[in-house]
C-alpha cells in the first residue's frame, strides 16, 4: 500500500506570494493533519480534516488555510508569505479521527523556503 | 505549561544499553499516546503507540503509560546504532497530535 505523498517536495517563493501545498493520504484514510515543523518550535498542528471537514485548527494566523476533497486529497494554502514560514510542512493521515485512537502515518514534507 | 514535554537530551548510550525516554502531557482528557523516531531530514516514523494504563512492547521497544501521573515513556533495549534520531512523544486529543520538542539519541559504537 502506498504511503502519503506529497507534493512539491521543495518550494521557493518570495515575501508577499503565496503558495498551495498538496496531499494525498494512504488509500482508505479520511483523516488528512498538517503541521509545521520549524528548528526553534518543533511540530506544531496546523489544522485537521476529515470527511471534507475541519475539525480542529491550530493556533495560526488566518493566512494559513485549507481543505479536503471528495476523495481525501488534501491541500494547504498560505498567503502573503512571511520569511518566518520557512519551514518543513507535513502532512498525516489517519483511517479516522486524528488525536482518537488511530494511528497517524507522517508523509515526507514539503520544505518551503521564503525569501 | 507547555503541553507536552520530553527530557532534553542529548541522550547519549554505549550500543547494547538501555535508553530511556520520558514524556508528561497536561490534558488530563487525552485519549492517545504515541512515538515518533526522526531520522535528520527525514519525517516523522510511527515506532509505537499506546491507549491503555500500562506497558506495551513491540521488539526492542517498550512504551509505558501512567495517566493518572500524566506521564509515558519508551525504552529501547539493547539500542544500536541505527537508533540514533530524535524520538518525538505525541498526544492525541481534540481531533489533533501535540508534540513534545523531541529528544535526540546517540547511540555510540
Known amino acids: 500500500k502506498a504511503g502519503v505523498t506529497q507534493t512539491p517536495r521543495y518550494l521557493i517563493k518570495t515575501r508577499g506570494q503565496q503558495v498551495t501545498l498538496s496531499c494525498s493520504p494512504i488509500?482508505?484514510?479520511?483523516?488528512v493533519s498538517w503541521y509545521q515543523q520549524t528548528p526553534g518550535q518543533g511540530l506544531q498542528f496546523l489544522f485537521e480534516?476529515?470527511?471534507?471537514?475541519?475539525?480542529n485548527k491550530g493556533n495560526f494566523p488566518g493566512r494559513f488555510s485549507g481543505r479536503q476533497f471528495s476523495n481525501s486529497r488534501s491541500e494547504m494554502n498560505v498567503s502573503t508569505l512571511e520569511l518566518g514560514d520557512s519551514a518543513l510542512y507535513l502532512c498525516?493521515?489517519?483511517?479516522?479521527?486524528?488525536?482518537?485512537?488511530?494511528?497517524?502515518?507522517f508523509g515526507p514534507g514539503t520544505r518551503l523556503t521564503v525569501l | 505549561q507547555k503541553e507536552v514535554e520530553q527530557n532534553s537530551g542529548p541522550l547519549s548510550v554505549p550500543e547494547g544499553a538501555i535508553a530511556s525516554l520520558n514524556c508528561t502531557y497536561s490534558?488530563?482528557?487525552?485519549?492517545?499516546f504515541f512515538w515518533y523516531r526522526q531520522y535528520s531530514g527525514k519525517s516523522p516514523e510511527l515506532i509505537m503507540f499506546?491507549?491503555?494504563?500500562g506497558d506495551k512492547e513491540d521488539g526492542r521497544f517498550t512504551a509505558q503509560l501512567n495517566k493518572a501521573s500524566q506521564y509515558v515513556s519508551l525504552l529501547i533495549r539493547d539500542s544500536q546504532p541505527s537508533d540514533s534520531a530524535t524520538y518525538l512523544c505525541?498526544?492525541?486529543?481534540?481531533?489533533?497530535?501535540?508534540f513534545g520538542a523531541g529528544t535526540t539519541v546517540t547511540v555510540r559504537a
Open positions: 499506546i491507549y491503555s494504563n
Open positions: 480534516y476529515f470527511s471534507e471537514t475541519q475539525r
Open positions: 505525541a498526544v492525541g486529543s481534540d481531533y489533533k497530535l501535540s
Open positions: 490534558d488530563r482528557g487525552s485519549q492517545s
Open positions: 498525516a493521515s489517519s483511517l479516522g479521527h486524528s488525536g482518537e485512537y488511530n494511528e497517524q502515518f
Open positions: 488509500s482508505g484514510h479520511r483523516s
